[in-house]
């Protein structure tokens, strides 16, 4: 079947169709009920995702973003992990002047689920295609007075693994060690604990020599023996 040109309608139709209310609920409470839901359940969801990408080629690069934020701002979470989405399989298209949109992607209904889709994929492969001058701007963001901001910035480098940068881990994580706030905590604790699967000793070091709080250091440690 030859494909046709981007739509997002066609998403949304699909979306639509396999709207359960019985589902919506839960889904809705189990996110403390700041979305609204479709009721769509995650594997139905990429089910769908994946049909859209078989039946319609990827939006042209010059309307990415009126296509992305087409569907960011519908009600409706699955809308917003469906962008995300369209954003990850465009990833490769994207450069560093392409950071203020996903920063203002990133501050828009802003949750844990969708800053950390966007954060290790999307925003980090886009640093690392431009690293010195990225990791400017991933410092910058670490000091920015968005919180989901700042933990886009703790969890860039989470899949880099033996590429990680461990002065600027170290630096942005110290902006931040003594933030009372539980997503920042979780965040550094996550990307340390991550870390330690490529270089132990480093993230072991890190942790003691320097006061983190308390549920950032357990998170760190939880798969280290000491």
């Known amino acids: 079947m030859e494909k046709q040109p ?12 396999h ?7 839960p889904m809705a409470a189990y996110m403390r009920n700041q979305f609204a839901f479709l ?19 990827l939006p042209e690069r010059r309307h990415l ?10 009600p409706e979470r699955e809308y917003q992990y469906a962008a995300i989405a369209v954003l990850e399989k465009m990833k ?14 990133i501050e828009s209904k802003s949750w844990w689920d969708s800053v950390d889709a966007i954060a290790p994929r999307t925003l980090g492969h886009v640093i690392q295609t431009e690293r010195a001058a990225g990791t400017l701007h991933m410092l910058k ?18 899949k880099y693994k033996q590429d990680t940068d461990p002065a600027a881990l170290s630096q942005i994580i110290l902006k931040h060690a003594g933030s009372s706030e539980f997503f920042i905590q979780k965040a550094i604790g996550w990307a340390l604990r991550e870390y330690a699967k490529t270089d132990l000793e480093w993230v072991r070091t ?11 250091k357990r998170e760190a440690l939880k798969n280290i023996k000491y």
């Open 6 to 17: 981007w739509d997002s309608k066609g998403i949304i139709n699909k979306f639509e169709a």
């Open 19 to 25: 709207r359960n209310m019985e589902m919506a609920a």
């Open 39 to 57: 009721g769509i359940k995650t594997p139905l969801r990429k089910a769908l995702l994946n049909q859209q990408f078989r039946e319609f080629h």
């Open 65 to 74: 973003t009126e296509e992305v934020w087409k569907l960011y701002e519908l």
């Open 92 to 105: 490769t298209q994207l450069t560093l002047e392409d950071l203020p949109f996903l920063q203002q992607v």
């Open 141 to 158: 963001w670490s000091k920015a007075e968005n919180m989901w901001t700042n933990r886009a910035a703790i969890l860039h480098q989470l």
């Open 206 to 216: 890190f942790v003691f020599e320097h006061s983190l709080m308390p549920l950032s």
